[in-house]
C-alpha cells in the first residue's frame, strides 16, 4: 500500500523533522549536540597523539576534522540530489573507524590513515544503492545488533579510560566531578521537565567543567595553554594520500559496519518521526548512507579520520523530543564557524577524563536501548534468538579476554580483534547459513460455487501466525485474494476450484491465485467515475486497480484459458 | 467468527438526518442489498442520508461501486448523502481506491448529522 505523504508525530517528540522549534530551542538543542558530538573528537585526537605530532598541528587538524563534521551534518540534513537522508542525523567520528585508523597512523602515518580514509568512504558508498537488494542479508535483528553493540563497547571504552590497563588510577576529585557530570544528566533526564531535560547533557557538561575547574582538574595552565592559541586559523589540509591493501580488510570491515550503523541511525530517525512506522524505508536509508560515504571520503580529504552518522545524537533527540531538521543546520553552522576558530576546539579538547567518560555513559545508553528496540521490533524466533545471542556473546568474549585477539593470526586479528566487528561478522554468518530451508509454502483451494471470504481469511490469519508474518502484511494479502476472488466471482468467466498458494521465506511473501477462467485487468489508473457507476465492469477495473496498489508488485498471467495472478509483498 | 461478518444494515432517524448503518463486510455477494436500500430511500424522498460506516469490516470494489452509484442517485434528486465511520482498515481502503475525494465524508456521525449529510 503507498505510503502516507504526511508522517505521523509520536505523542513524545515536541519538534519533528518538518517542525521550526522557537530560535532559543533550535540554538540551545544545536549546541546541546555540539557538545554530545565533540565527545568523538577524543578518536582523532588518539590516533593523532599516537604519531606524537605536535600540539599545532594538532588543533589544526581537530579543526578540519570538526568543519568536516559540519558539512557531513549539513550534506545528511540538506539533501543533494540521491545523497542525504533529510533527518537532523548529525556525524561524527566514529570508534568503529578507532582501530582500522590507529593501525595505519603506526604503518604508514597520516598520509595512510587519510587515503584509506578515502577507499572506506568510496567503499560505503558504493554499497549504499545496494542495501536494498541486501535486506535478507541485512535483516533488522542484524543492524540492532550492531548499534547495541556499538552502544555496549562504547561504554566499555569509556569505562577503559578508567579501569583499563595503563589508565591512571582515579584520583578523589574525578570521581566527585565524574559522578556529578552523569548524576547532572541523569537527574535532569529522568525528573528534569521542559528545558532542563531537553538540555539535560549539555547542562551535565557545563556542570562537568564547572566541576573540573572548581577541583582543580583545568588548572591555570591548561587554560594559558588554550589562550595562546590564536582565534582565527585556517586548518591544515595539505598532506599527500597512500593506500595500502594490507589494509583494505580492517577498512573494508569498518566501512560495512558503518554503513550498517548509518542505515540503524536513519532508521531510527524514521521511526522516531513516525508514529506509524512499520518497517525501514530502504530509500532514505540508501540517500542517509551515500551521505555518510561522502562524509568520510570528504574526511579523508580534508585530513580526519573516517565519519558516521551519531546514533548518541539521535538518542538524545529522541530523549529531548526535538528532531528538527532545523537543529541540523544549527549544528552544522557550529561546527563550520568552529573549523575556522582553534581556540575553541582547543577548549573542547580540555574536557577532562571524568566528564568525558559520564557523557559517554549517559549517551551510550540510548544508543544500546535503541539496537534493542530494533532488534526486537520483529518477532524472535529460534534462528534469530541464535543469531543475537551467539554474536552478542563471541563480541563480548573479544572484551573480556584479551588472550582471543592476542592470539589470532594477523589475517584473523581484524575481525576477532574487535567486538563489534567480530559480532558483526558472526551474525551475518550464522544469518546466511539460516536461510537455508526458510521458504515456507501453504496451499489453500475454493470448491465452492460462491466463495466464503471468511474461510480465506482464516487460511491466512493461521499461516501468518504460524509463520511469524507481520499482521499488517497478512491483512494485506488476505485482502487482496479475497478482493480478487471478489471480482473473479462478480464478473469474469470462470469454472472449477480456485487455488491460493502462499510462500513466505521471512522478507518476501508470495500469493498464486489460480482458476480456470478470464484474466481480470490491472490498470494503473483509477478508472473514471463514469466507468465505475457505469456497469459492472467498472468495479472489476477498480477491483484490478486497487489490486495494484495494495500489493508490492502484481503480475497476471493466462494461458488455455488457466489464469494465474502474482502478489508479491514485502516483508 | 461468521455470523459477525455477515452485512447487517440498520436505519435510524437523528435531528432529521437519515442515518444508515452499515456493518460486516460488504462485497459483491451483498453490495446490491445495500445499492438497493440506500436508492429505494432516495426515491421515497429522503433529502439527508449519512451512512455510517463505523462497524464495516471491509469493503470491495463492488461495494464502492454500490456507494457511488447511491451518490449519484442522491445528486439527482438534489439529496445530502455523506458517509462517516471511516476508521482503520476501512480508510486505508478508501485511499487506496483513490476515493477519498468522491464521496462527502465527515469524521464523526454526530458531525454528519449536524451537517444533516452535507458538505
Redesign the interface.
Known sequence: ??K?ATTRKPANIVYGLEDTPPILVTVMNGLQHVGVLTINLVYPLLVFRALNLPIELVTSLISAGVLVLGLATFLQAFRLGPVGSGFMCPSTFSATFFAASLLAAKTGGLPLVFGMTIFAGVLEAVVAPFLNRLRAIFPPEISGLVIFMIGLTGGIAGLRLIFGSGAAPMRPEEWIVGALTIGTMVALNVWGKGAASMFCALIGLVVGYIASGVTGLIDSHMIAAVAVTPWVGMPAIDFHRTFDLALAAPFAIASLATSMKAAGTITICQKMNDADWVRPDMKSITAGVLADGASTILAGIVGAVGTNTSTPSVGLAAATGVGSRKVAFVVAAIFILMGFLPKLPALLGLAPRPVVVAALLFTVSFIMINGLQIMTSRLLDARRTVIIALSTIAGMAVEVFPSIAASASPGLRPVVGSSLVLATVLALALNLLFRIGIKKTATFSIADA?P???KIG?FFQTQGAKWGARPDVI?RAS?GT??LI??V???VWHEGPIVIAASFDEFNLDVRVSYNGGQLLFPDE?PS?EQ??GS?N???L??G??LR??ADRVRSEGAEGQSRVLFHYVH | ??TN?VLSIGEIREAGVCVVTLAG?I???NANDVMNRLKSLIAAGEKSIVVDLGGVI?L???A??AL??AT?EAERTAAKFALCGLTG?VR??F?????LE?FTIHASRQEAVVQGGGK
Open positions: 500500500m503507498s502516507p460462491v466464503d471470504p471468511d482464516a491483512k485482502y479475497i478482493q471478489d471480482a466471482a462478480e464478473g483509477r467515475l465505475i457507476r459492472e467498472g468495479a472489476q477498480l477491483a486497480f486497487m496498489r495494495n | 467468527m461468521a461478518n463486510r462485497d459483491s455477494t471491509y470491495t470494489s463492488a464502492f461501486r457511488l452509484v449519484d482498515h486505508e481502503l485511499e487506496m481506491g483513490g476515493l468522491l
